[in-house]
């Protein structure tokens, strides 16, 4: 009786989870990090200004622009937290510094966007956390988003245990 009793149950958790539409159990999408469009001075110039949250100057910060994942050029910031590279070209870079980091678009001076800024600007020292996440992040994201498919594992998983139980006392009586 036993048996036949978590045979049911197996079945009926096997057809619920057929019912679900593939939507429920498609992963979040990612969050990307925005990318600001700046555009060069002529010879290919970036100008840029490293601060700290509070908006001061981050004076004598080294600062590394990076394309691909490659270093192309490394700078200092100056007595009022400015930099500049020059050198560069259009496309995706990254602005690092020790505390912060910027993904930016450069564009040449006459290819620019109207909404390009004319300068970089990089915030230091904000929230930054140099980790990985870990095995279970996934898994914990994924619980936060699908609150009422977790509740009901978790029903199902103490009212399957209870009604075995249940069986058990019925069948020895």
């Known amino acids: 009786m036993k048996l036949m009793s978590l045979g ?3 079945a009926a958790v096997a057809a619920l989870g057929m019912m679900l539409p593939s939507s429920v159990l498609a992963a979040a999408p990612i969050a990307t990090e925005a990318v600001t469009d700046i555009a060069l001075r002529p010879g290919g110039v970036l100008l840029g200004q490293v601060v700290d949250p509070q908006g001061a100057a981050k004076v004598g910060t080294p600062v590394a622009i990076e394309l ?3 270093e ?3 700078t200092t910031t100056d ?3 400015v930099f500049a590279a020059q050198g560069l070209r259009g496309g995706q870079y990254q602005i690092k510094t020790v505390e912060g980091t910027s993904a930016c678009r450069l564009w040449a001076a006459d290819t620019a966007p109207p909404a390009a800024r004319p300068a970089a ?5 904000q929230d930054l956390i ?3 996440y870990g095995p279970f992040h996934a898994w914990k994201e994924w619980i936060k988003a699908h609150p009422y498919i ?3 594992t978790v029903v199902a998983a103490i009212a399957t245990p209870l009604a075995l139980a249940d069986d058990d006392w ?3 009586s």
């Open 130 to 132: 140099r980790a990985q």
């Open 150 to 152: 977790t509740a009901g």
């Open 8 to 10: 049911t149950w197996a």
């Open 121 to 125: 600007l990089v915030v230091s020292g």
């Open 170 to 172: 019925d069948s020895g």
């Open 72 to 74: 192309v050029v490394r």
């Open 79 to 81: 007595e009022n937290g």
């Open 68 to 70: 691909a994942g490659k």
